[in-house]
């Protein structure tokens, strides 16, 4: 236990400081500030498709940024912009998940380094072999949750 305990505290300090980060923004009311300049400057046509719109850019934004600055920084805003349209935030949060295949490959991911260094492979290895597979799965969750109504188009 003491060969990984320094990363398991390092993980619990991070969930920490994700919820401080979260409640400072909330409780300072910045999330609202800018969910009004997002709400300005988006066009009112596009406003009843947030839940797709989450769902299509989750994939690559959780790719290239952590899982807490998108889901405790980009997800709220989200959220809060499209609550102006009628959209739950729940939908929101359910279409923010549907990138997650694609996002166990990025590089920002600490337990794909354990597994690819349990397995004696190489990071860019596993991304060229499974990267595409991870896409098509993520888009076959986004077209399957539409035709059930899990989010709403």
């Not at 919820?19 to 910045?30: P, R």
């Not at 009843?48 to 690559?60: C, D, E, K, R, Y």
Request: one cysteine or more; charged letters at 5%; hydrophobic letters at 60%.
């Amino acid at each position: 236990m003491s060969a990984y305990a320094g990363n398991a505290l390092s993980v619990i300090s991070m969930i920490f400081a994700a919820g401080i980060f979260t409640g400072i923004l909330s409780g300072t009311k910045m999330v609202d500030a800018m969910a009004g300049i997002l709400i300005h400057h988006i066009p009112a046509s596009l406003g009843p498709h947030w839940a797709l719109i989450t769902a299509l850019i989750s994939a690559p934004c959780t790719f290239f940024m952590s899982n807490d600055a998108f889901y405790f920084g980009v997800v709220p805003l989200i959220a809060k912009t499209a609550a102006s349209y009628g959209i739950d935030p729940a939908i929101i949060g359910r279409a923010s998940l549907l990138g997650l295949p694609i996002h166990l490959f990025s590089p920002l991911v600490p337990s794909t380094y354990l597994l690819v260094g349990m397995v004696g492979a190489e990071l860019g290895d596993l991304q060229r072999s499974f990267l595409k597979w991870a896409c098509g799965s993520a888009a076959v969750m986004i077209v399957v949750a539409v035709a059930v109504g899990i989010i709403i188009v």
